[in-house]
């Protein structure tokens, strides 16, 4: 619902000098089976997807957020979901004409397409490159059969790497996840998969530590007994490896769960970690905008079916508009610029929050290690980073 509190003008700097970049993401919310670790707004669908209605609704909700945000310069275009690589091309053609239509997009704007590494949606990948897509990011998620499939993925291993060195050949950049801290997984282990994965990224890895996320089948099994994960020494293990093997070929972590070459970083999740704006459209997607009347949180419809009708009823499917205090403002951007090694700019904290971060704590932060402040920012340490959360509470107290 609309909160229309008063927002001190101090709390809505101009964009500049902290323009972040304005992205769109697009969430696509199907997906051709639910695995049991994801808590993410996914659905699955027998029938087909009528995907001409589909394009009319995120056409409809882009003009909406364009009226909300219209002089902005598209840098980073974000198919997510779900699946988006169970789209057509023409779909993912026209959705990109709509927001070219809307904004300018820089000619250098990044245009990510997750995929799943089936060999059937490898073979769309042209379509998606005819299209205007220039960078994709792979489902991988593990390289042994045993592993995807306790993963609930429904490819192979051997169809994971061929489409790696598919969309290697197709697109001018591309990404693909991996989860660790899986069941019965050790530091050996995960040290060879890691060397494997990295032979085959050319510049950028996800790589992501398992949780048990609430609702998931694996909650359920968790909860049951019949399943365990790491305890917290392994975990910690297996964090080290991954930084370690990540450094030595030359792919340091950017952010806590991304590694790249120096300048392959995604631009696009850099939006969301800088704090900049996004435009999100389509069943479940979030956003951040400033509007006329300050930073607005936005959140969609989850239902694909829900939104559709709503989105053609009233012309966007939003279910939240809430314009965001100085406090929550500064709130977030903690949250999302402590995740960058490159941290934050406590002069935008300040402009964000109204108020400036606790010179004693963040004093006490740095004795400890935790943080550091250099050139005018402050970021987390190596040994900051696996108890970021702790971090961030304190400063944010």
């Keep these: 619902m609309y909160q229309s509190s008063a927002i001190q003008a101090s709390a809505l700097p101009a964009r500049a000098p902290f323009d972040a970049g304005f992205g769109v993401y697009v969430h696509w919310p199907f997906c051709a089976s639910k695995c049991p670790y994801c808590d993410f707004n996914s659905h699955v669908r027998r029938a087909p997807m009528d995907e001409a209605r589909y394009v009319a609704a995120f056409r409809t909700e882009l003009a909406h957020r364009a009226a909300i945000a219209p002089d902005r310069t598209v840098t980073s275009i974000f198919f997510g979901g779900g699946t988006p690589s169970l789209m057509q091309g023409a779909t993912v053609g026209a959705i990109l004409d709509a927001i070219a239509a809307l904004w300018p997009v820089a000619p250098d704007a990044e245009v990510t397409l997750e995929a799943n590494p089936t060999s059937v949606e490898?073979?769309?990948?042209?379509?998606?490159?005819?299209?205007?897509?220039?960078?994709?990011?792979?489902?991988?998620?593990?390289?042994?059969?045993?592993?995807?499939?306790?993963?609930?993925?429904?490819?192979?291993?051997?169809?994971?790497?061929?489409?790696?060195?598919v969309a290697g050949?197709?697109?001018?950049?591309?990404?693909?996840?991996?989860?660790?801290?899986?069941?019965?997984?050790?530091?050996?282990?995960?040290?060879?998969?890691?060397?494997?994965?990295?032979?085959?990224?050319?510049?950028?890895?996800?790589?992501?530590?398992?949780?048990?996320?609430?609702?998931?089948?694996?909650?359920?099994?968790?909860?049951?007994?019949?399943?365990?994960?790491?305890?917290?020494?392994?975990?910690?293990?297996?964090?080290?490896?991954?930084?370690?093997?990540?450094?030595?070929?030359?792919?340091?972590?950017?952010?806590?769960?991304?590694?790249?070459?120096?300048?392959?970083?995604?631009?696009?999740?850099?939006?969301?970690?800088?704090?900049?704006?996004?435009?999100?459209?389509?069943?479940?997607?979030?956003?951040?905008?400033?509007?006329?009347?300050?930073?607005?949180?936005?959140?969609?419809?989850?239902?694909?079916?829900?939104?559709?009708?709503?989105?053609?009823?009233?012309?966007?499917?939003?279910?939240?508009?809430?314009?965001?205090?100085?406090?929550?403002?500064?709130d977030e951007y903690l949250v999302m610029?402590?995740?960058?090694?490159?941290?934050?700019?406590?002069?935008?904290?300040?402009?964000?929050?109204?108020?400036?971060?606790?010179?004693?704590r963040i004093r006490d932060l740095t004795e400890h290690g935790l943080i550091r402040a250099d050139g005018g920012r402050l970021a987390i340490t190596p040994a900051g980073f696996p108890v970021l959360n702790a971090v961030i509470s304190q400063l944010a107290a």
Aim: hydrophobic share 40%; net charge negative.
């Design 122 to 165: 490898a073979g769309r990948f042209r379509d998606y490159r005819a299209a205007g897509v220039n960078r994709v990011s792979l489902g991988v998620q593990a390289l042994n059969d045993p592993d995807l499939k306790r993963l609930g993925r429904l490819h192979s291993a051997e169809e994971a790497l061929a489409a790696v060195r």
């Design 169 to 330: 050949e197709i697109f001018e950049r591309y990404s693909f996840d991996l989860i660790y801290a899986r069941p019965h997984q050790t530091a050996g282990a995960w040290r060879a998969e890691l060397e494997q994965a990295i032979s085959h990224a050319v510049e950028h890895l996800s790589l992501y530590q398992l949780t048990i996320e609430p609702g998931t089948w694996f909650d359920r099994l968790y909860r049951a007994g019949k399943l365990t994960t790491p305890d917290e020494d392994l975990a910690r293990a297996l964090w080290d490896v991954t930084q370690e093997v990540c450094d030595r070929h030359g792919m340091p972590a950017y952010e806590v769960s991304n590694h790249a070459r120096p300048g392959a970083e995604s631009r696009h999740n850099m939006v969301y970690w800088r704090y900049g704006e996004y435009a999100g459209v389509g069943p479940g997607a979030h956003g951040r905008l400033v509007g006329a009347d300050g930073r607005l949180a936005m959140a969609t419809e989850l239902t694909p079916e829900k939104w559709l009708e709503q989105v053609e009823r009233q012309g966007h499917g939003l279910t939240e508009t809430e314009r965001l205090t100085p406090e929550a403002q500064g």
């Design 337 to 360: 610029g402590l995740r960058l090694a490159e941290g934050i700019v406590p002069a935008r904290y300040a402009a964000l929050a109204g108020r400036p971060l606790d010179a004693g």
